[in-house]
């Protein structure tokens, strides 16, 4: 795939946001529930597949930073998914929660998988009791985070017939300003690795996404909450496609994504280093 598609793709995203809500479009409801489909799809189905070669790869690495990518696509995944599914046609006040805390949570962990590039990698496998017990932190997390939006135990996010209340458009804005951060710290490499490409597209479309579902107010019918929903959709998409580029670039398959996280700031300048496996040797 050619590599203007991801900042061209961002830059059209930015420019659909920025006219479907300076024109206040409306868009007409579809008799199929679309949004849960499309969350399944290209969301839900994309976060498990990064989960699990995530997980693969850190047995064969031992990279922390490839735990916390296989958690937060898990965390990202199956909140959007719940989400989804309770909104209901108008929207409710536990999706709502669920949604926003969940991608506030995403973008801390995303901004830590990108600050921990700049940090040298330890050498050897992983555990898999390790891999086991962040799975089910990220299981526990996502559930406690679903249980307590359902119990009313967090603060309104959602006002029936007035929208989002200001703590959920406030963190909203804080995770979409923490995914733009994650994707210039992976930019500012990402010359010399497709993978380091499209995980920074893949963040900077999720910001774009985000953005929008903040402009639109949780408004189901407003056309700048499509836009922003199905940038959510290709910035999944792109995630899938970095980790698909790394099992490509990479010597063995179990060695999928090391890619992401294996260059030091010395490394990065490197490009004699930059695709070398693990032991040193050129992959």
């Known amino acids: 795939m050619p590599r203007l ?15 479907a809500y300076g024109l206040k479009i409306d ?9 849960p489909v499309l969350t399944i799809v290209f969301i839900t189905s994309g976060s498990m597949i990064v989960t699990y070669i995530a997980a693969r790869a850190y047995l064969t690495r031992g990279v922390p930073a490839m735990l916390l990518l296989g958690s937060v696509s898990f965390i990202f995944g199956s ?7 309770s909104a209901g046609p108008e929207g409710s006040n536990p999706a709502t929660t669920i949604f926003v805390v969940g991608a506030v949570l995403s973008s801390a962990l995303h901004l830590s998988c990108a600050v921990s ?5 330890p050498d050897g496998g992983g555990s898999r009791s390790v891999v086991i017990s962040s799975i089910a932190a990220a299981l526990l997390l996502a559930s406690s985070v ?34 733009g951060l994650a994707s210039l710290l992976i ?3 990402w010359s010399r690795s497709n993978v380091l490409y499209w995980y920074s597209s893949a963040l900077a479309m999720t910001a774009v996404g985000l953005a929008g579902v903040l402009l639109s107010d949780w408004v189901f019918e407003a056309a700048v909450f499509w836009v922003g929903r199905i940038a959510l959709c290709l ?18 398959p179990n060695s999928v994504v090391a890619e992401l996280f294996k260059a030091t700031v010395t490394d990065a300048a490197r490009p004699d280093l930059f695709f070398r496996d693990g032991e040193g040797n050129d992959g």
Do not use: C, K
């Open 117 to 121: 590039r700049f940090f040298r990698s």
């Open 187 to 189: 930019a500012s490499s």
């Open 146 to 179: 679903a249980v307590v939006a359902f119990q009313g135990a967090l603060p309104t996010f959602l006002v029936p017939d007035g929208g989002m209340s200001a703590i959920a458009r406030g963190l909203l804005a804080v995770a979409v300003a923490t995914f």
């Open 5 to 19: 598609v991801g900042p061209a793709s961002v830059a059209a995203f930015i420019a659909l946001t920025g006219v």
């Open 27 to 35: 868009a007409n409801p579809l008799p199929v529930p679309i949004f």
């Open 79 to 85: 909140t959007s998914l719940v989400a989804a599914l």
């Open 235 to 252: 910035g999944g998409a792109f995630l899938v496609w970095s980790v698909r580029a790394a099992e490509r670039v990479a010597d063995r």
